[in-house]
Nanobody, 115 residues
Framework: QVHPVESGGGLVQAGGSLRLSCAAS????????MGWYRQAPGKQRELVAG???????TYADSVKGRFTISRDNAKNTVYLEMNSLKPEDTAVYYC?????????WGQGTQVTVSA
C-alpha cells in the first residue's frame, strides 16, 4: 500500500504563497499519477492539479498561471507551489497517488487565505 503524507499548509494573506509537499511511502513498486485535490466547506472535492510519472500536467482553470505542480520520482514526492493566493483557494488540500488500479489519499492539509 501507498501512504501519502501532506505537509506545508497554513494561513496566508491574499496574494501570498505556500508550497505543499506530499511524500508517498510504503510500497516498493513505482507510484503512477499523483495529484492535488481540494475540498472547501459545503463543496465537493475537486482536482486542483495532476502530474503523470513522466511529467505531463493538468490544472483546474481556476489555478492556471498561479499554481505549479511538480514531482520527484526518486522520492515519490509531489509538490504544489501556490502563488497569488485568493480567499477562494481556502480549503483542505488532499494528495492523491495512484498505483496500479488503486487510489490512495492523504489525510489532508488546511490552507486558509485571508482577505
Amino acid at each position: 500500500q501507498v501512504h501519502p503524507v501532506e505537509s506545508g499548509g497554513g494561513l496566508v494573506q491574499a496574494g501570498g504563497s505556500l508550497r505543499l509537499s506530499c511524500a508517498a511511502s510504503g510500497s516498493i513498486f513505482i507510484v503512477g499519477d499523483m495529484g492535488w485535490y481540494r475540498q472547501a466547506p459545503g463543496k465537493q472535492r475537486e482536482l486542483v492539479a495532476g502530474i503523470a510519472r513522466r511529467g505531463s500536467t493538468t490544472y483546474a482553470d481556476s489555478v492556471k498561471g498561479r499554481f505549479t505542480i511538480s514531482r520527484d520520482n526518486a522520492k515519490n514526492t509531489v509538490y504544489l507551489e501556490m502563488n497569488s493566493l485568493k480567499p477562494e483557494d481556502t480549503a483542505v488540500y488532499y494528495c492523491n497517488a495512484k498505483q496500479f488500479d488503486n487510489n490512495y489519499w492523504g489525510q489532508g492539509t488546511q490552507v486558509t487565505v485571508s482577505a
